[in-house]
């Protein structure tokens, strides 16, 4: 048993198996590391510090308010192509002891550069729409998440308790482990 402490996520296996494009029989285990990326990247932004935090305590205590469930599966949406996004380069390539290799065997056939960047431009015209639905989402529904401010809300005036660093974390909020 690994004593490694987990950040906790929002989604867990099974939602991403069911919302993402990541096939059945795919080693979900393989992208576990992408998945705090990907929430850090593309789902915090939008929904707002406060409101993450508060979608993740109430998803690690089981007590999830009804609306706040309703608000996660539109998330997951999101999320699943965000993780897919992050990790396609990483499920494309395989690093092992003898170095970077294409596919995970001797013998497999990979893609080549060209159709992966296609691919990779696929998806993140596909998670950059369902962004945007999630925002309008959260805009036409915001009275139901009072923690959740609307882009012209939160942008009138600068925030002054967050760091200048590139993640936009809070000073007072970053776990050191």
């Known amino acids: 048993m690994s004593n490694v402490k987990r950040q906790p996520t929002l989604i867990n296996k099974e939602y991403l198996r069911a919302y993402s494009l990541f096939p059945d029989n795919y080693d979900l285990s393989e992208v576990d590391n992408f998945i705090p990326i990907a929430e850090q990247i593309h789902i915090m932004p939008i929904?707002?510090?406060?409101?993450?935090?508060?979608?993740?305590?109430?998803?690690?205590?089981?007590?999830?308010t009804e609306v706040n469930s309703t608000l996660l599966l539109e998330v997951y949406k999101v999320e699943g192509l965000a993780v897919l996004y992050e990790a396609l380069p990483f499920c494309w390539a395989h690093l092992s002891k003898v170095g970077?290799?294409?596919?995970?065997?001797?013998?497999?056939?990979s893609i080549e550069n060209k159709d992966l960047a296609y691919l990779n431009t696929?998806?993140?015209?596909?998670?950059?729409?369902?962004?945007?639905?999630?925002?309008?989402?959260?805009?036409?529904?915001?009275?139901?998440?009072?923690?959740?401010?609307?882009?012209?809300?939160?942008?009138?005036?600068?925030?002054?308790?967050?760091?200048?660093?590139?993640?936009?974390?809070?000073?007072?909020?970053?776990?050191i482990i």
């Open 47 to 64: 929904l707002g510090l406060s409101l993450f935090e508060e979608l993740i305590e109430q998803v690690s205590n089981n007590s999830l």
């Open 100 to 109: 970077l290799t294409k596919g995970k065997s001797d013998n497999s056939d």
């Open 122 to 175: 696929h998806i993140k015209a596909q998670l950059d729409y369902t962004k945007k639905y999630l925002k309008d989402w959260l805009d036409a529904y915001s009275d139901n998440f009072p923690l959740y401010k609307k882009a012209e809300e939160c942008c009138k005036k600068p925030n002054i308790e967050m760091s200048n660093d590139i993640y936009g974390l809070p000073k007072d909020r970053i776990d």
